[in-house]
């Protein structure tokens, strides 16, 4: 049996842990510079708060219902995510952190110790809001893909109350055929309109058509998808904490830019973090893309971008840096402000295979170990390159930033009795 654990509006509910006087009240969270609505508390769902629309377009709407506004407050919700995983943990034998709100686990053996998923489940939210304050759904699958149906189902669904729980046909049919087609793991927006061509309405659907048909139309993915949702185990664990394809780094910025060393400074700063994540996961990066652009919302919208294929693949931050300096003088055109910029690695190769070129030397990894060791000894930004960005300078905007209460002295929350 695997489970799904998630955290119910996650960012939102972080910000009402430490702040009592605006836990019944609508809340929501903006993303960097305060740009989107990226989160809201499920009072302000109820409220009608639409999600991922830009702060200053629904402005009114968050005035008109005193909606508690707040910046991203990255450092809180990294160390509540990290409480919550923890404790998530003590209830499985093993347990991977899908994303900073999300969590699979797997019970292996477990059937003939465990004979009520449901009250388990119930378990495992009470101990999360009990340690953590945290709001979370637990969804129980036969596979993967189930797990995350059902956890769709303890949050979504009209009857449901934090936990769901899918171990026999009868559930699982009730289950799937409410839920939409793009509701379904794996099935985004696009490929739910093809899939509704062919008169497919909801994750029953889906499940009840020919796998191998479904592979002929739509390829491998979706027809694992398809036995997954018939309780076929297709995906393991390995195929979920697979290495990235690809990685990007991309913000608005926090002031607009107008120099050409301004611009430099800010893709490289990008380029190193790209670089940094690569190496993390042992990949080297044979492609890159890198762009820049003026606001979607300017009289003149400008954007532009650049693919640089590297001789040989890299994950060295000073090849990276050499790259984004030949590219420069072709985005940079005078006169554009620029609002957003960002780079990403979009063809990855693995460091534990890579193929040999008889006429580029190899390059010795040592430099790039010795820089890595020293920024996680002494912190991330110990070591940075003379091309890198002031980070002062190209700070995030945070107008409505909550206090860091647990990972800075300053903030940390004072009782007076």
Request: glycine share 6%; net charge positive; proline share 4%.
């Amino acid at each position: 049996m695997f489970s799904l654990t998630d955290a119910t509006g996650c960012f939102a509910s972080i910000e009402k842990i430490y702040e009592p006087s605006i836990r019944f009240r609508p809340v929501v969270v903006l993303s960097n510079n305060d740009g989107c609505i990226i989160a809201i508390c499920p009072i302000a769902k109820k409220l009608g708060i639409p999600k991922f629309q830009p702060y200053f377009k629904v402005k009114h709407l968050l005035d008109k219902y005193h909606v508690v506004v707040r910046s991203s407050n990255y450092e809180l919700y990294g160390d509540i995510s990290d409480k919550m995983m923890s404790v998530i943990a003590r209830f499985s034998d093993n347990t991977y952190q899908y994303s900073i709100d999300e969590a699979f686990s797997c019970f292996n053996n477990y059937e003939g110790i465990l004979k009520d998923w449901y009250t388990y489940g119930h378990e495992m939210r009470r101990a999360v809001w009990r340690e953590v304050r945290m709001p979370v759904g637990v969804g129980f699958g036969r596979t993967l893909t189930l797990a995350k149906a059902a956890n769709h189902a303890s949050k979504k669904l009209a009857d449901s109350d934090g936990v769901a729980v899918i171990d026999d046909d009868h559930s699982r049919k009730l289950i799937l055929q409410q839920m939409k087609l793009d509701d379904v793991w794996g099935v985004g927006k696009r490929l739910s309109q093809r899939l509704s061509l062919l008169g497919l309405k909801t994750g029953y659907d889906l499940a009840n058509r020919s796998p191998k048909s479904i592979r002929q139309q739509f390829g491998v993915t979706l027809e694992r998808t398809v036995e997954e949702l018939n309780g076929v185990r297709c995906l393991s664990w390995d195929d979920v904490k697979s290495p990235k394809k690809e990685i990007f780094s991309t913000r608005s910025l926090g002031q607009r830019i107008v120099k050409f060393v301004d611009l430099r400074k800010a893709l490289t700063t990008h380029a190193v973090k790209v670089g940094n994540k690569a190496r993390q996961q042992h990949s080297l990066i044979k492609k890159l893309y890198i762009f820049a652009s003026s606001s979607p919302y300017d009289e003149r919208y400008f954007k532009k971008g650049i693919m640089y294929d590297f001789p040989r693949a890299t994950d060295n931050i000073c090849h990276l840096s050499s790259a984004i300096a030949q590219v420069t003088n072709t985005l940079f055109i005078e006169g554009v402000a620029y609002y957003r910029c960002g780079v990403g690695a979009i063809e990855l190769e693995s460091s534990d295979f890579q193929q040999q070129d008889l006429f580029i030397p190899p390059v010795n990894p040592a430099l790039m170990n010795c820089y890595s060791l020293i920024n996680q000894r002494f912190g991330r930004g110990t070591l940075l390159l003379a091309s890198e960005a002031n980070k002062e300078k190209w700070a995030m905007r945070r107008e409505f930033l909550s206090p860091r209460y647990t990972t800075r002295w300053s903030d940390i929350p004072v009782i007076r009795c």
